[in-house]
T-cell receptor, first 113, second 114 residues
Framework: SQTIHQWPATLVQPVGSPLSLECTVEGTSNPNLYWYRQAAGRGLQLLFYSVGIGQISSEVPQNLSASRPQDRQFILSSKKLLLSDSGFYLC????????????FGPGTRLTVL | GQQLNQSPQSMFIQEGEDVSMNCTSSSIFNTWLWYKQDPGEGPVLLIALYKAGELTSNGRLTAQFGITRKDSFLNISASIPSDVGIYFCAGPQISSGSARQLTFGSGTQLTVLP
C-alpha cells in the first residue's frame, strides 16, 4: 500500500516570504497527485492536480503554484505569501491503476503572519 | 458540476449513542467514499462502496450505497470518544476523465460527550 509524506508538518512564515511544501509518495508508480487547502477545519478546496511528471492543472486562480519534478514528488510553492494563504495543506494521491480511491497525507499547517 | 449535500453539518451525541449521517446528490456516482479526519491530521479512508445497494461494515461503522446511486449513508454504532472528528463523503467526478477528481461533501463535525 502507498504511503504519503508531507514536509514540513507545521510552518510559520512572514507575509511576502517564499513557500515550498513537499509531498512524496511511496509504494506506487504513476499516481495522480493533488494539493488541497482546508480552512478552519472544514471543507476541502482542490488547488492543483497532476496526472504525470511536469503536468499540472490549476483549479483556482491564486498566489500559489505547483510542480511535479518526479513521478512521486509534488511541490507547492509561492514567491510571496499572503495572509490569506494560511491554512492546512493536504497532499493526496490516487495510486496508479484502475481505482478512484484517494489517500491523503498528514498535512502541513501553514500560518502566515 | 456534481455536488454532494452532506448532513448534518454537526452533531453532539452522548457516548454510547448511535450516529447516522448521509450524502445526497442530483448526479449519479459510481463510487462512494467515506473519510474521517481527526483534528490536525489528514483524512483517512473508512469505507469504499462500489456497487449500488452495497452495504459494507468496518467494525462499528456501516455504510450503504443507495440504490439510485445518488445517495449514501454512514452509521456509527455505540459511539466512543475517539469517534470525534470530521466525516466526509466523496465520489469521483464522472467528467474528470484521467484527472480522477473527487467531489467532497462539506463534512459532518461529530462531537461525543462523556
Amino acid at each position: 500500500s502507498q504511503t504519503i509524506h508531507q514536509w514540513p508538518a507545521t510552518l510559520v512564515q512572514p507575509v511576502g516570504s517564499p513557500l515550498s511544501l513537499e509531498c512524496t509518495v511511496e509504494g506506487t508508480s504513476n499516481p495522480n497527485l493533488y494539493w488541497y487547502r482546508q480552512a478552519a477545519g472544514r471543507g476541502l478546496q482542490l488547488l492543483f492536480y497532476s496526472v504525470g511528471i511536469g503536468q499540472i492543472s490549476s483549479e483556482v486562480p491564486q498566489n500559489l503554484s505547483a510542480s511535479r519534478p518526479q513521478d512521486r514528488q509534488f511541490i507547492l510553492s509561492s514567491k510571496k505569501l499572503l495572509l490569506s494563504d494560511s491554512g492546512f495543506y493536504l497532499c493526496a494521491s490516487i495510486p496508479g491503476g484502475p481505482t478512484d480511491t484517494q489517500y491523503f497525507g498528514p498535512g502541513t499547517r501553514l500560518t502566515v503572519l | 458540476g456534481q455536488q454532494l449535500n452532506q448532513s448534518p453539518q454537526s452533531m453532539f451525541i452522548q457516548e454510547g449513542e448511535d450516529v447516522s449521517m448521509n450524502c445526497t446528490s442530483s448526479s449519479i456516482f459510481n463510487t462512494w467514499l467515506w473519510y474521517k479526519q481527526d483534528p490536525g491530521e489528514g483524512p483517512v479512508l473508512l469505507i469504499a462502496l462500489y456497487k449500488a445497494g452495497e452495504l459494507t461494515s468496518n467494525g462499528r461503522l456501516t455504510a450503504q450505497f443507495g440504490i439510485t446511486r445518488k445517495d449514501s449513508f454512514l452509521n456509527i454504532s455505540a459511539s466512543i470518544p475517539s469517534d470525534v472528528g470530521i466525516y466526509f463523503c466523496a465520489g469521483p467526478q464522472i467528467s474528470s476523465g484521467s484527472a480522477r477528481q473527487l467531489t467532497f461533501g462539506s463534512g459532518t463535525q461529530l462531537t461525543v460527550l462523556p
